[in-house]
């Protein structure tokens, strides 16, 4: 009781003093106000985002183009959309609940129409335009999102486990590490890099280093499926991007098997006893075949910046340590010792450890702007080190082809210093 009239009256006080700030204008620091929402805003740095187009909503009058309940925009080579093609196929949903049409139909993947479905400008896109929609969205732009609504829209048999551990974990692995450097299976080399991976070489290895651990994720098959003997999200997201793999890693590397063995085995078996999921992997191979593979689409591709079948020089001796050198610097990618010829009082020479198609500076690609970086980063970290002889500059040089002067078919970059050089570079 006390206590709340001791409350009243400091409250009676703390009023009483801002009618005084208020009349006098009078402000002391700690009653500054934040900044209103409003001004905070304008001083916050613009946001910058990689999308196309910034908000996704449907302009698109979709209903001339179909009355259907849905409007799937897919393509059939895509990935993703296959994983929704799969649920469509299985639970026998109607052209008049979801109909598939082409992205051409609205002006294509850039088109602004199909932006404000899909910011990414990606297949596929769901539309939902029947009657009783209770989401509060009309376009849905990413696969496993469209999948599980399609699960649950249509309940009928089979259930595609939506809520089982393991399928979860499959496709979310799926999507969250072997999709991203997917492009390294078919984008040319300028559109570099692939994920986090600075050349498609480093980003294969990454891929089938994925496919392993979805391997162990899957354990021993128990069924036809990945969780058993009933269909999961797990099936209808990895088999597309199995049959993709099946067909494009044997291009990079004749050597290895594509898949490991159990993925092997589980894509077999669908093959050979689920209509559903070879008929999935005609439509992905019919484009891949008849149309890619025929325009011959893989040249810059295949092995794009790495082909490589020069015989072996002295450098690949030294690197292997038959042929003793005096290393100055290495590390996992580039290798640098003294040259055994000096050209002048500091003289070292840089290689990479991998030549792939590096046999000279003409042959290098898109691919090979990590390593360049390196071999260049490295010459400068030399030039500089007193210890290695080099003073107040030095010449970096690489002698391309014969006209140049390279005698060695091994990209190398010569650090030259130690003394005052001539300005002739001829
Ligand atoms: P290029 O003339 O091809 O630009 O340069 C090749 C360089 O490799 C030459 O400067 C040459 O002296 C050096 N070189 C060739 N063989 C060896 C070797 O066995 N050991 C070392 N340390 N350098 C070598």
Known sequence: ??????????????????????????????????????????????????????????????????????????????????RCRIILYKKGIRKDQVEILSPAEVGGLKSSDYLNLNPAGLMPSLTIQKADNPYGINAIAESDTIARYLISEYSDAPSFLPDHPKSNQIARWHDMYLTPIQGCLYKPSSRLPFGNYADRKSAIAAYRKNLEVIEGFVGDLTGLYLCGDDISLADATLFPSLVFATFMLPKFDHAQPALPLTLTQYYNNLMAKDEVFSKVHDEIMSVLVDSWDAKNRWDDIWLAGQRDTAPGTIF???????????????????????????????????????????????????????????????????????????????????????????????????????????????
């Open 1 to 82: 009781m006390k206590s709340n009239t001791n409350l009243s009256f400091l409250h009676l006080l703390q009023l009483l003093f801002y009618i005084i700030t208020i009349v006098s204008g009078f402000h002391l620091p700690c009653f500054h106000l934040p900044p209103s929402k409003a001004t905070r805003r304008q001083t916050l740095p613009t946001c910058q985002t990689s999308l196309t187009s910034p908000i996704p909503r449907t302009t698109l009058a979709s209903t001339e183009l179909s009355t259907s309940e849905h409007i799937l925009f897919d393509l059939p080579v895509s990935n993703n959309g296959a």
């Open 316 to 426: 690949d001796k030294i690197l292997s340590g038959e042929i003793p050198a005096s290393v100055v610097k290495e590390d996992d990618h580039i290798l640098a010792f003294k040259d055994i010829n000096p050209m002048a009082p500091a003289h070292i020479v840089i290689i990479p450890k991998d030549r792939s198609g590096l046999t000279n500076l003409r042959k290098a690609s898109a691919e090979h702007i990590d390593i360049l970086g390196r071999l260049l980063v490295t010459a400068g970290e030399i030039a500089k080190d007193a210890e290695l002889g080099f003073g107040d500059g030095a010449r970096i040089v690489i002698n391309d082809g014969n006209d140049g002067g390279q005698e060695v078919m091994h990209l190398h970059v010569h650090v030259l210093g130690g003394k005052k050089l001539d300005n002739k570079l001829g």
